[in-house]
């Protein structure tokens, strides 16, 4: 166990649908991000809050939105999503991000997403 | 821009063996990571080494790293059944990492 919990571990979902991915740090660290796993493509990072500021939006689609209500928590929105999007969406958290990546990143497990 | 890329792709080796696996990136960097993924799940922190350090030990696992060359390999020796997953390198610039697209080990029993 890592100190990072996502919920759910596996979503199926409609184009049309609205659903919500959760993801809880216990670690006491004050950023957080978001990542998208697709098959044979690299990690790829798609928001970063830092003490519950968003400080980085690697240009995603607004279909995704995420929400960070304090630094222990971190949400992904999701609506109107395509097939393209299914994917391993992994939460991490470290302690800043003010040292030039410097802090080891702790992973939950993943969000397995597939959106028919 | 993809700034880690493994090397090879995927590694096949009976247990006992070392396996070793490459990582090169493109620009300058503060640190760079090894993290390792167990099928569909998290990514596990393994070790990192900071740009003014040469070599780095934890364990069975060893980290080079060669600025000038751009490069760092990660050697895992007497490896094990348990040692199978895939193993990403992530290098440190501005408050984020870059991940590579990840070399699969698997170690046969």
């Known amino acids: 166990e890592t100190g990072v919990t996502q919920t759910p571990r596996h979503l199926v979902m409609g184009m049309t649908n609205k659903k919500s991915l959760k993801c809880e740090q216990h670690l006491g660290h004050n950023a957080m991000y978001w990542y998208k796993q697709s098959a044979k493509k690299p990690l790829e990072l798609m928001f970063v809050y830092n003490f519950k500021e968003q400080t980085e939006n690697n240009s995603v689609p607004s279909r995704f939105s995420p929400e960070c209500p304090n630094s222990s928590h971190l949400f992904l929105h999701l609506h109107t999503l395509q097939p393209e999007d299914s994917a391993l969406y992994l939460c991490?958290?470290?302690?800043?991000?003010?040292?030039?990546?410097?802090?080891?990143?702790?992973f939950g497990p993943g969000t397995r997403l597939l959106v028919l | 821009s993809q700034q880690g890329e493994e090397d090879p792709q995927a590694l096949s080796i009976q247990e006992g063996e070392n396996a070793t696996m490459n990582c090169s990136y493109k620009?300058?960097?503060?640190?760079l990571q090894w993290y390792r993924q167990n099928s569909g799940r998290g990514l596990v922190h393994l070790i990192l080494?900071?740009?003014?350090?040469r070599e780095k030990h934890s364990g069975r696992l060893r980290v080079t790293l060669d600025t000038s060359k751009k490069s760092s390999s990660l050697l895992i020796t007497a490896s094990r059944a348990a040692d199978t997953a895939s193993y990403f390198c992530a290098t440190g610039g501005t408050y984020k990492y870059i991940f590579g697209t990840g070399t699969r080990l698997k170690v046969l029993a």
């Open positions: 620009t300058s960097i503060n640190n």
């Open positions: 991490a958290s470290s302690q800043a991000t003010g040292l030039a990546g410097q802090e080891t990143q702790y």
């Open positions: 080494i900071r740009s003014n350090e």
